[in-house]
Each structure stands twice: as structure tokens, then as C-alpha cells.
């Protein structure tokens, strides 16, 4: 029987950052930093001595599985499975060559307090491809060691479902949760997620992946990567992000949230969405939000979010090194309710902004500090304010009369000076999904980078391994496989 008591895992905390996102009360004293620190110091997760082994499946071979379900339904608990050997690109990252525990054919496979390890190359630890497959594991623990190995891989239209999960990557692009071509859905509720690899982010998304009440860390590449016309939902969730490394050049940034197009394939074109309710994002390094080469929909409610880096922005919406030059910007619709907003938003001469503040939300910070570049449309509704930290250029706005605190400085509204006090009315930017979703944004021919890690499109998007397949890593790079 399985043990009522969880360890703490303050080890692999304190291994993986100097400090964890977390949804803590304030106090006068302490600094962020010590606030997350506490957060994550409280809870406790599920580790290898809580499950009782019963069983073990081992395999070495290069591309097989421990455990395969093709069109069957099959279940295991209380079982350790160990796998090596090596396989390369495409067929492991899109098809599951290679992955520990492999699920297709539309099986429906229920996996329950297991252990599985990895710890070989392109060495995915649970595998779910094909429309009509069904993965669901709960109660486990999932440890990768290697290269291009995440912890949880959906492609092809399948379905992964998990629950109470303690999962940790270290290899580089190894995302924790990914996915890659053909995308699917993912539903991830509580746990712990530790992504420490270069290009691996805890969440490398070409699907669909909702993830509640969870403990998110990544410790050297985004915490989160959405490419392409594929979404990612936070719901009470304590996310984590320190992007320090990169996997190209594609980028200068560092970013905890990253939103693009890699144009390499694996993602189908058209708008993304992230969305976050409540719980909390701290980032160490960069900015908070960064979106390129595609359209994207943030919607924010009531979450906390720190920047500890002072000269990180809020949101950088511009043009890198994905898409064609002059057509490959970030364009945002950006709703926040109830939601407090700090740092700048940055958005470039080939990018646009629609920022929908609502519900008493507060924005503090300028847009566009050192001038107009792009179109950029505010609108403050319902007892929201923007307090500005300095002069700001934006193309329309509507808002109350009491909406604008310009607190010493110019608001530049098509270049004509706000005048505080007064109630304003303007138009949104458009911004046009193209039939083929690239959002006016043609692909140069070149395809992205990947993420680092996740091995098709996961994480940041680190630059992949020649050979591996994708073009998306640090995007390709793609931001797993790219950073």
C-alpha cells in the first residue's frame, strides 16, 4: 500500500532554484524572494519512497518501449520501469520511438503509482500518439536524465491525462510536459514539474494543455512555450522561470512566457492563447511575456506576477529570428481582470497591442517609452487605472475620465498629448489571422530552431540536434529546443 505520508522534497528545490514561484500572502518584510521561498518550503510532493514497487519493466533497446498499448486497454500499478538506448529525430519525437511507456492505435492505457525512468536519448518517459489514444497516470513518479526526453509526450492527436504527478527533466530540450506534431490534449492536475535542462521549458505546447493546481519549475530555459495555433492554461498554479541559457540566436531575450511561429511544421499556423487564473509567476531573468511571428490571445485574472529582473518588461511583442523579416511580428490581445499589471510593454514597428484592462484592473508602467513603433490600442473599463512610470505612445485609446493617472508624465495618443482627467473613445487595432494563420507573416523558407529539450517543439524553444526532426526549440530555433 502506498505510504499517507509525502516527502518534502526541499532537496530538489532547493537543487533546482534559489527560489520558487509562489502564490504566498505579503508581508512588509519580506522580499519576493523570501515570500516563494516559503511558499515552495511548505508543500510537500510525491517521491519515489511513497509508491510501493511490486513489479519492474526494463528495456535497453534502442527505440523500444517497456511498455507498449496498441488499440487495447491495458492498465499497470505499483510497477518501476527502467529505460535506456538511443534513437534520433523524427521518429521519436513525432511517432514514440524509443519512450519508456508507448500508447497509440487509439489504446486506452491507465498507469497508477509507477516510477519510471530514463535514461537514454530522445528517451520520452510516457507517450501518448494517435487521435483516439488515451493515456492516464496518476500517482507516479517520472525521472529523464537524457537529451531531447521529456517527462510527458503527446503528438499526433492524442490524450494525456495526469494527476499528482512529481516529474523532473534534466536533459537539454526535455521539456517536462510536451508535445510536438500534430499536437492533442493535455490535462494536468496538482504535482510538481521541474524542467533543468537547456532548451527545456516546464510546458512545450503544440496542443492543447491545461495544468491546475500544480508547482511549475523551470531552471534554464522559459517556464512556458506555446507555438503556433495551440494554447496553454494555468489555473491556481505556481510557476517558476528562469531563462538563463539559449539554444540560438535567434533571440537576444529571456522571457518566462515565450508565444511564436517557428514555421517549421509542427505546429499548425494561426492564433495562440495563454491564459492564467490566479496563482503565480515569478521570473528571474528577461521579460515576462514574448511574442513573435504569430497572434496571440493572454488573458490574465487575478494571478500574481514578479519580475525580480528590474530591467525586464512586462511584454515584448517584436520581431526575431522566425518568419519573414518585416512581416514576423507579435501581435497581442492582451484582457486582464482583477488583474495587477508591472513593467513595461514594448511592442515594434511590425507588432501590435490591444490591451483590454478590466475589472479593476491595475497597470503600472509605460508603453513604448522611447516612442511610437507599433499600433497600440488601451482600453480601461470598469474602475481600472494606469498609473504610467513614463511617457507612453500609443495609437487609440478609450477609458474614463479617472482611468489615467499620468503621474508626472506624457501620454502620446497618435501624437497628439492626453490631457488628463478626460474620458477618451478610440478603435482596437485589427489584427487579421490569414487563412493559412500566419497573421499577414509569410514562412522565409527557413525552418525555425526548436526548443532545446523537448525535442519537436517544447519548452523554449531551444535550436534542436541536427537530425532530430523539428525545427523548433529555442525556436528553431525553437524556444525548448532553441534556448
Not at 519510471?116 to 488515451?134: E, W
Not at 530591467?311 to 512581416?327: I, K, Q, T
Request: glycine share 12%.
Amino acid at each position: 500500500m502506498r505510504k499517507q505520508f509525502k516527502r518534502l522534497i526541499i532537496g530538489l528545490l532547493a537543487a533546482a532554484m534559489t527560489g520558487c514561484a509562489g502564490a504566498v500572502s505579503k508581508t512588509e518584510t519580506d522580499t519576493p524572494q523570501e515570500q516563494t521561498e516559503t511558499a515552495a518550503q511548505t508543500k510537500t510532493y510525491l517521491s519515489e519512497a511513497d509508491i510501493e514497487i511490486k513489479d519492474t519493466l526494463e528495456n535497453t533497446a534502442d527505440g523500444e518501449h517497456a511498455i507498449t498499448a496498441d488499440g487495447e486497454e491495458v492498465s499497470y500499478a505499483n510497477t518501476a520501469v527502467n529505460k535506456s538506448g538511443e534513437a534520433s529525430g523524427d521518429e521519436a519525437d513525432f511517432y514514440g520511438a524509443n519512450a519508456a511507456v508507448f500508447a497509440t492505435n487509439g489504446a486506452a492505457l491507465d498507469l497508477k503509482e509507477m516510477v519510471i525512468k530514463t535514461n537514454g536519448t530522445h528517451a520520452n518517459a510516457v507517450f501518448s500518439y494517435g487521435s483516439g489514444t488515451i493515456v492516464h497516470i496518476a500517482d507516479s513518479v517520472i525521472e529523464t536524465t537524457g537529451n531531447c526526453s521529456g517527462g510527458l509526450m503527446t503528438t499526433g492527436g492524442g490524450t494525456t491525462k495526469a494527476e499528482n504527478l512529481t516529474v523532473h527533466t534534466t536533459g537539454n530540450s526535455s521539456a517536462a510536459i510536451r508535445s510536438d506534431r500534430g499536437g492533442g490534449t493535455v490535462t494536468v492536475t496538482g504535482g510538481s514539474y521541474t524542467a533543468e535542462g537547456k532548451g527545456s521549458p516546464v510546458v512545450y505546447s503544440t496542443a492543447d494543455i491545461t495544468v491546475t493546481d500544480a508547482l511549475m519549475k523551470s531552471t534554464s530555459a522559459q517556464g512556458i512555450v506555446v507555438e503556433g495555433k495551440n494554447s496553454v492554461t494555468l489555473n491556481n498554479v505556481e510557476l517558476y522561470a528562469d531563462n538563463n541559457s539559449k539554444n540560438s540566436d535567434k533571440s537576444d531575450w529571456f522571457q518566462a512566457v515565450m508565444i511564436y511561429q517557428s514555421m517549421s511544421g509542427d505546429a499548425a499556423q494561426g492564433k495562440a492563447s495563454f491564459a492564467m487564473n490566479g496563482g503565480s509567476l515569478t521570473n528571474a531573468n528577461g521579460d515576462i511575456f514574448f511574442v513573435n511571428n504569430t497572434t496571440a490571445d493572454i488573458s490574465l485574472s487575478n494571478a500574481e506576477i514578479i519580475n525580480n529582473d528590474a530591467s525586464g518588461n512586462f511584454l515584448r511583442a517584436a520581431a526575431a529570428g522566425w518568419g519573414r523579416e518585416g512581416s514576423n511580428g507579435g501581435h497581442v490581445n492582451m484582457y486582464a481582470k482583477k488583474q495587477p499589471i508591472s513593467g513595461n510593454m514594448l511592442v515594434d514597428g511590425v507588432s501590435t497591442l490591444n490591451l483590454y484592462l478590466d475589472d479593476a484592473s491595475s497597470f503600472q508602467g509605460a508603453i513604448n517609452p522611447d516612442g511610437q513603433e507599433g499600433e497600440v490600442y488601451v482600453e480601461i473599463k470598469n474602475g481600472s487605472v494606469w498609473k504610467l512610470s513614463a511617457d507612453s505612445y500609443i495609437t487609440s485609446l478609450t477609458c474614463e475620465a479617472d482611468s489615467i493617472d499620468l503621474n508626472g508624465h506624457t501620454l502620446y495618443v497618435s501624437g497628439e498629448a492626453y490631457k488628463e482627467g478626460t474620458a477618451s473613445q478610440g478603435e482596437a487595432v485589427e489584427t487579421v489571422v490569414s487563412s493559412d494563420g500566419s497573421q499577414g507573416v509569410m514562412p522565409d523558407g527557413q525552418p525555425p530552431e526548436k526548443p532545446p529539450g523537448d525535442g519537436s517543439s517544447h519548452g523554449q524553444p531551444p535550436e534542436k540536434p541536427p537530425g532530430d526532426g523539428f525545427g523548433g526549440g529555442e525556436p528553431p530555433a525553437r524556444p525548448e529546443d532553441q534556448e
